[in-house]
């Protein structure tokens, strides 16, 4: 069975420019979560969609976006790059929204931005 | 609001020796814990969870965790250390399943032969 995939592994930008990260959740998964992991900082929550709709967001300015499709893919969008917004991306899904789920992590989408 | 701390950055041991990495958390309501490991250039792994029941739960790769509700900690253990052990380990944390899943800053774990 194929685990979480994302892509691109790897995304170079300019500041201002947008960047879109996409994933593919684990086959019978509804959840999908993206985290942002930047050096010295930890997880930090981003989004979380489930069958379609958002269900919660993390404290990041308006400019990080995203949706989920129809088959529970989803995408990050990042406008307005800025230098800082330099992480690795980590999508995950689970199979429901259970507190006890545990959540399967792709390996991330590192974003550099020049 | 949930939160996790991780208060070292990173902890040494030798191989063969016990290893602890330290988490506590806050949280209003019963947490559901969790501990992942992440190696290089990886996502995370899940290592185990404490959702009730027994204080020490037993997970991945020999480690286990014991959950003291007094102490609001959830430290994770492994009798013997490997070298391939090191890596970086994170706590998690969340009450319910409608609340997302709080990540401490994680604990580089570095084992020497």
């Known amino acids: 069975e194929a685990g979480v995939t994302q892509s691109p592994t790897h995304l170079i930008k300019t500041r201002g420019q947008q960047a879109t990260l996409r994933c593919s959740p684990i086959?019978?998964?509804?959840?999908v979560y993206w985290y942002q992991q930047a050096l010295g900082l930890g997880l930090q929550f981003l989004l979380w969609?489930?069958?379609?709709?958002?269900?919660n967001r993390g404290n990041f300015p308006p400019r990080f976006s995203g949706r989920q499709f129809p088959n529970y893919s989803s995408e990050l969008n990042v406008n307005a790059l800025e230098l800082e917004d330099s992480a690795l991306y980590l999508c995950?899904?689970?199979?429901?929204?259970?507190?006890?789920?545990?959540?399967?992590f792709g390996s991330g989408t590192q974003l550099s931005v020049l | 609001a949930q939160s996790v701390a991780q208060p070292e950055d990173q902890v040494n041991v030798a191989e063969g020796n016990p290893l602890t990495v330290k988490c506590t958390y806050s949280?209003?309501?019963?947490?559901?814990l969790f501990w992942y490991v992440q190696y290089p250039n990886r996502g995370l792994q899940f290592l185990l969870k404490?959702?009730?029941?027994?204080?020490l739960v037993k997970g991945s790769y020999g480690f286990e965790a014991e959950f003291n509700k007094s102490q609001t900690s959830f430290h994770l253990k492994k009798p013997s250390a490997l070298v391939s052990d090191s890596a970086l380990y994170f706590c998690?944390?969340?009450?319910?399943?409608?609340?997302?899943?709080?990540f401490g800053k994680g604990t580089m774990l570095l084992v020497s032969p």
């Open positions: 995950a899904s689970s199979f429901k929204q259970g507190a006890n789920e545990k959540l399967f």
């Open positions: 086959s019978g998964h509804t959840s």
């Open positions: 969609y489930d069958e379609g709709e958002e269900r």
């Open positions: 949280v209003s309501g019963n947490p559901y």
């Open positions: 404490y959702i009730t029941g027994d204080n």
């Open positions: 998690a944390v969340r009450v319910s399943g409608y609340s997302t899943l709080t």
